[in-house]
């Protein structure tokens, strides 16, 4: 067999076993993230991430069209890497990350995947667990909000 592909195998496996999707997230609101306030206790926490996003606005109902667009950009840049269940891939499950992320954090890690994998705390735990380094996708800013608002659908928000 080709030795790239063995490679490759042998550290998507490794992934897979160290990084399973049943455990618990490294950080797990417990409640309703309020785009409005931005007092935390730790500011080295960075819930908003590091970016340019520093106040998304959420719309209720959620916007079809948008959830729509989102999906296929899940299917098609995505959804190699991501399961919609709680369960992980490559990288963690889309279950829950709108409960365990804020808007603004998911945005910025988005759309500035590397600067989040270098310096934002969550995003280097993350990594630490998953030793699978995400890509940058380059996704554009409204895409990156048309992605969140199918991470809402998905988790059953509206
Ligand atoms: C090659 C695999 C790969 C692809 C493709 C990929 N990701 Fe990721 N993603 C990861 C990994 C691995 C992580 C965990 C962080 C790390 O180790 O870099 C992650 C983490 C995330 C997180 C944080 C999840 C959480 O539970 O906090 C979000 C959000 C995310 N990715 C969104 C996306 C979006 C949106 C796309 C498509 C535009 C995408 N990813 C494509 C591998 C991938």
Request: proline fraction near 6%; include cysteine.
């Amino acid at each position: 067999m080709n030795r790239n592909l063995v490679l490759v195998i042998l550290s998507l496996s490794l992934a897979f076993y160290s990084c399973g999707g049943n455990s618990e997230p490294t950080s797990v609101r417990d409640e309703t993230p309020d785009p409005g306030k931005n007092e935390y206790v730790d500011p080295n926490a960075n819930p908003g991430g590091i970016g340019k996003f520093k106040n998304v606005e959420l719309t209720h109902p959620l916007d079809d069209k948008m959830v729509t667009a989102g999906e296929s950009i899940y299917d098609l840049k995505c959804g190699s890497c991501h399961k919609l269940t709680d369960e992980k891939l490559v990288g963690p499950g889309w279950k829950g990350v709108t409960d365990r992320r804020s808007p603004e954090w998911i945005m910025n890690f988005v759309t500035n995947v590397d600067e989040m994998l270098d310096k934002d705390a969550e995003a280097k735990a993350m990594l630490e667990v998953c030793m699978v380094r995400m890509p940058n996708q380059n996704v554009k800013d409204d895409e990156a909000r048309q992605i969140l608002e199918f991470m809402r659908k998905n988790d059953g928000k509206n």
